[in-house]
């Protein structure tokens, strides 16, 4: 079972809508600028060029693949820094382009899961079944949330659907932990922000989660064969005209017929990036109201495993002072034999880690693993670790629906501006948050552009 279907029923009284629908110019092939050399960019960009499309990207980073980041640190285990999952392979494109690069793939199961109590150990048979009954709980709240007469921040309908001021500590230490290992850690962003609505109004495709063993960046390297891809070159200004476009960057300016923008939704809440005329209202609002989360990652390397071997997911249920602080662990021990953990934080834990040192995140790692396993839990001989939110050409982890927005914001996000056409997880209203959802907007994107 893969953990977006834990609450998808929920959604689907309320995630039914009209796609966005765009006329494609189809005029002759020209020059095309593209902007990101992320999936989205890496995807229109591919699509052009196999059309006879001239086509130029422009990539801020040193390196493709944008939140798609495959770190070779360590020669026998390459660890993907950013995206690691097609999730759901079974019809999903990405499945296809991956054969194409002659990447393999393994799947993880979140059923093959150990969850460890909140003073340390393995959850006894009496807290798991109330630990079920939580869960069951939490999902019931979300329906009664989704069927409300207005959309609200979803911690406050479930603190009064699950009639808080009654609960004990206890009984609030297991509704937080299933809201944020079962929704904080999928959406990336708060409970206090997720709109109670909309926060899972996404499809999904059928089959397993899986990871690429040998690293997701096979992906963009296989895209990004033959073009042109420019490093270095960060965008500070796009302007439209009635004869074509100009980007401007440090290092000079670009001149074409069209230009695709796959930036994040973060930057583009950051204004990092001007346009000229100045983007239409609608989109402005949309780029305001969605939200952009927060998830990062910490890899610890020890020289043996001391966690089952046969366990895929590790979870810890946070006492309440330490809510959501190292909830979920990936062990890597089966897909690759080596002796890896991978620990999540994510929304408001996931952006308060980055403010930590690096020695000061591992250390609370390493804390909260002797609690799960005991105080025989060596030092970690090497880690990896995140700042996505930090990243000037990210400034988040993927985009949510935040309380008060809709599914019709990613549509607007979508809609091009004259010669100016978007991209990116966040411009997709089924399939946003994923790396799969990346590729097909920019295949939308440019469709629009050669038809």
């Known amino acids: 079972m893969k953990r977006r279907q834990l609450l998808s029923y929920a959604s689907a009284l309320f995630a039914s809508g009209i796609a966005p629908s765009f006329a494609a110019p189809r ?52 660890v993907d820094l950013g995206a690691s999952w097609i999730h759901g392979h079974q019809g999903n494109p990405l499945t296809s382009l991956a054969k194409a690069a002659g990447a393999k793939t393994v799947p993880t199961f979140y059923d093959r899961n150990q969850v460890f109590d909140s003073q340390g150990g393995v959850l006894s048979s009496a807290r798991s079944k109330q630990l079920e009954h939580w869960q069951d709980y939490v999902e019931q709240a979300v329906v009664q949330a ?22 004990d500590e206890e009984e609030r230490t297991l509704a937080h932990f299933v809201v944020n290992s079962s929704i904080e850690h999928e959406y990336a962003g708060s409970a206090r922000q997720l709109s109670a609505w909309w926060f899972d109004a996404m499809k999904s495709y059928p089959g397993n989660d899986v990871l690429f063993p040998g690293g997701y960046s096979a992906l963009p390297r296989h895209l990004a064969q033959g073009l042109d891809v420019r490093l270095g070159e960060v965008v500070q200004h796009i302007a439209s005209r009635a004869g074509g476009v100009s980007v401007s960057t440090r290092r000079g300016t670009f001149e074409g017929d069209r230009v695709v923008v796959t930036l994040p939704l973060g930057v583009l809440q950051a204004g990092a990036v001007g346009f000229s005329p100045a983007l239409p209202a609608a989109k402005q609002a949309a780029i305001s109201a969605l939200g952009m989360g927060h998830y990062n990652k910490c890899y610890l390397r020890f020289t043996k495993a001391f966690w089952p071997a046969d366990k895929d997911w590790l979870e810890y249920i946070t006492p309440e002072q330490r809510r959501g602080q190292w909830t979920e662990w990936l062990s890597l021990a089966r897909v690759s034999g080596k002796p890896v953990l991978l620990g999540f934080n994510a929304a408001d834990y996931g952006l308060a880690v980055e403010k930590l040192s690096d020695a000061q995140i591992i250390a609370g790692a390493v804390s909260t693993l002797r609690t799960m396993f005991g105080g025989q839990v060596p030092d970690p001989i090497d880690a990896q670790l995140t700042r996505w939110s930090s990243d000037p050409f990210a400034r988040g982890a993927y985009s949510f629906n935040k309380a008060g927005s809709t599914p019709g914001n990613r549509d607007q996000l979508a809609a091009s501006s004259g010669r100016i056409h978007f991209a990116g997880e966040a411009t997709h209203r089924d399939h946003y948050a994923t790396v799969h959802g990346a590729w097909l907007s920019g295949q939308r994107a440019a469709k629009e552009i050669a038809g």
Request: charged share 25%.
């Open 27 to 78: 005029q002759s092939p020209g020059r095309v600028i593209v902007v990101g050399a992320g999936m989205a960019g890496l995807s229109a960009a591919r699509y052009l060029k196999d059309r006879g499309w001239q086509v130029t990207v422009l990539e801020a980073r040193e390196r493709i693949g944008g939140r798609l980041w495959t770190s070779r640190r360590w020669a026998d285990l390459p």
């Open 146 to 167: 989704q069927k409300a007469d207005n959309d609200l921040p979803l911690q406050s309908t479930l603190e009064e659907q699950l009639e808080w001021d009654s609960l």
